[in-house]
């Protein structure tokens, strides 16, 4: 079965600084990865998924599949990012049934 | 954009009646539509998969005999909580996916319901 594992509950952060969200999976095949974001008192969103390989908001996720990770990146928080972050797994597309990881609380600071 | 919307927000019920939560695509046509229950502060556990006209596919350790889910056309699926106790208390929500092909499908999520029962 496949797993998904964010170590941080929560990171904080200074304005200005960068950002790395952790996430690390478990599956033998070959899964899509995604982030979701979910901004205070809102439904949760679809940040990127690691096929299309673009920068949304100025966030970057590399699918490494040595190292099972997609950690979430971006070079210079803003206060707006403050939110909770979900690594998500699929086997098969978007389409299918995700799993989550536990979620990051960003909390950028200023 | 895609929209997904969920009827009631939040709901309060005695323990022991049934609860129906609505999860509407309202400007697309999902072929498969999911549920999911959060608890507090933690993560979404995805519940059972649902497509349009057929049974639903439940996850190992969801009761389908408490959780009925009805997919009855391509824009609305329900949630049926029966004979509700405290312990279903939680955040309910569904998403919903258009079955777009080319490895471009993507899941809208609706905005969740409260339960709570008493």
């Known amino acids: 079965a496949q797993r998904v594992t964010q170590p941080e509950k929560l990171l904080s952060v200074f304005k200005g600084a960068p950002v790395e969200l952790k996430c690390n999976y478990s599956?033998?095949?070959?899964?899509?990865l995604f982030w979701y974001v979910q901004y205070s008192r809102q439904r949760l969103q679809l940040l990127l998924r690691?096929?299309s390989r673009e920068s949304i908001k100025g966030f970057t996720a590399d699918l490494n599949k040595g190292e099972t990770s997609f950690h979430l990146k971006k070079p210079f928080a803003q206060e707006e990012d403050s939110a909770m972050y979900y690594c998500?797994?699929?086997?098969?597309?978007?389409?299918?049934?995700?799993?989550f990881g536990t979620g990051t609380q960003l909390k950028v600071e200023l | 954009g895609a929209v997904v919307s969920q009827h009631p927000s939040w709901v309060i019920c005695k323990s022991g009646t049934s609860v129906k939560i609505e999860c509407r695509s309202l400007?697309?046509?999902?072929?498969?539509m999911f549920w999911y229950r959060q608890f507090p502060k933690q993560s979404l556990m995805l519940m059972a998969t649902?497509?349009?006209?057929?049974?639903?596919?439940?996850e190992q350790g969801v009761e389908k005999d408490k959780f009925l889910i009805n997919h009855a056309s391509l824009t609305l699926s329900t949630l049926t909580v029966t004979s509700a106790h405290p312990e279903d208390s939680s955040f309910y929500i569904c998403?919903?996916?258009?079955?777009?092909?080319?490895?471009?499908?993507?899941?809208?999520f609706g905005p969740g319901t409260r339960l709570t029962v008493l």
């Open positions: 599956y033998s095949g070959s899964p899509e």
């Open positions: 649902s497509n349009e006209g057929s049974k639903a596919t439940y």
């Open positions: 690691h096929i």
């Open positions: 998403s919903a996916a258009s079955g777009r092909a080319g490895g471009t499908d993507t899941q809208y």
């Open positions: 400007d697309f046509q999902a072929t498969t």
């Open positions: 998500a797994l699929s086997v098969g597309g978007g389409g299918n049934k995700l799993t």
